[in-house]
């Protein structure tokens, strides 16, 4: 009897080994022996970085194999070109049949890939969102990507009115997906990316709400990287929740914590100098802060640059007197440590914060930034 307990015991362990195991056989036949292709686990600034593989193509095949608790997505990479694919445990066979990866194709557990690719062909027949991004496209190939804010204030209302559409119908795809798909292992993604506003392209939703959404998802929904990081921002980044604290250096070495502003209303805005979408805002954050700066309102800018001198210069062009900072340490854009903090992935980005330190509104611009002042103030 012993024996027969411990070969049960034996026999659900290599189970469950297995039910957590992805296996890929992969075809490449356009590529010469030696040639490297990657696996890399997506994840946002603050979730630990997860797997990162390399293999090299033989006789046109390759092959992966790892473990992983739940499925999780990854970028499946070739030189410059990649392919987002969301993996589950399992045996996979994958043909990238040509260079750009974006032909490849997947047999064998494909289910939340399946379901990944449905939702993402959703959001990008959203037509508000495609008019926004067609707009844009439109104005840096007219400009050559070079600052042309006067050309860029001009088509700004139309792009606001666009963006504000687009928020909320990511909201809405994301709410009507989940409802019609309530077990499937992409949610806790597609919360983070549509309804946060982690890019001010993202909708938002209040953070009570994403609680009771994300509290009646599955339990096996929240066991990829991605449910655990939402569990982690419920408790800070959503609106209702308490705003990390940070300290950074201003222009003059000064160190700045965010909060030395408790007690007021304080907006904390992302930018950088380089960037024409933030440079094209400043006015409208400008007139905010002169007609409420006595009102107990009050803005502390995070740049995302790396040139000192550029990050002085376009403050005091765009005449802007209010605190900044930035980390004086990265040298990337993207590795500022507040940043990372915010999960800020796109700028112009903001976070409109209570006297007590509280979240009360994310990424508003225009318009929008106008009105919620006024709701506050007037």
């Known amino acids: ?41 997506q994840h946002l ?22 473990n992983q608790p739940a499925a999780e997505l990854y970028a499946l990479s070739y030189h410059h070109n990649s392919k987002n694919v969301f993996l589950d445990a399992g045996n996979l ?23 990944y690719e449905a939702f993402s062909e959703i959001i990008n027949e959203d037509e508000a969102g495609a008019k926004f991004y067609a707009t844009r496209k439109k104005f840096f190939l007219a400009t050559g990507g070079h600052m042309d804010t006067a050309l860029y204030a001009k088509i700004k209302p139309q792009m606001d009115s666009l963006l504000a559409i687009a928020k909320q119908d990511k909201v809405n795809n994301t709410l009507a997906w989940i409802k019609a798909h309530s077990t499937s292992q992409i949610n806790s993604y597609i919360l983070i990316q549509n309804t946060m506003g982690r890019v001010h392209i993202d909708g938002v939703l209040p953070g009570d709400q994403l ?9 096996t929904v929240k066991k990829n990287s991605w449910g655990k990081e939402l569990q982690e921002e419920l408790n800070g980044l959503v609106v209702g929740g308490t705003a990390p604290d940070f300290a950074e250096v201003n222009p003059n070495g000064k160190l700045i914590k965010l909060s030395d502003f408790k007690g007021k209303y304080v907006l904390l805005d992302f930018w950088a100098s380089w960037c024409v979408p933030c440079r094209a805002e400043n006015p409208n954050v400008v007139a905010a802060y002169q007609k409420y700066k006595a009102k107990n309102f009050d803005i502390l800018s995070v740049s995302l640059d790396v040139n000192k001198a550029d990050w002085i210069k376009a403050i005091k062009h765009d005449g802007m007197p209010w605190n900044h900072v930035c980390d004086p340490h990265h040298s ?12 800020v992935g796109l700028v112009p980005s903001n976070f409109l914060i209570d006297p007590n330190g509280v979240i009360i509104a994310k990424n508003l611009q225009g318009e929008e930034l106008q009105q919620t002042l006024k709701k506050l103030f007037e």
């Open 1 to 41: 009897m012993k024996n027969l307990f411990l070969s049960f015991l034996f026999a659900m362990f290599i189970s469950n080994s297995y039910a957590q195991q992805v296996n890929i056989s992969g075809k490449a036949d356009f590529l010469k022996n030696g040639d490297t292709i990657k696996l890399t686990q």
């Open 45 to 66: 600034s603050r979730m630990p970085a997860g797997v990162a593989l390399s293999t090299a193509v033989k006789n046109g095949r390759f092959s992966f194999s790892f």
């Open 93 to 115: 066979e994958i043909d990238l049949v040509d260079s750009s990866l974006q032909k490849a194709t997947l047999k064998g557990n494909t289910v939340t890939n399946d379901e």
């Open 211 to 219: 609680r009771t959404i994300f509290n009646a998802l599955p339990d």
């Open 332 to 343: 990337n854009h993207w590795d500022s440590r507040v940043a990372k903090l915010y999960n």
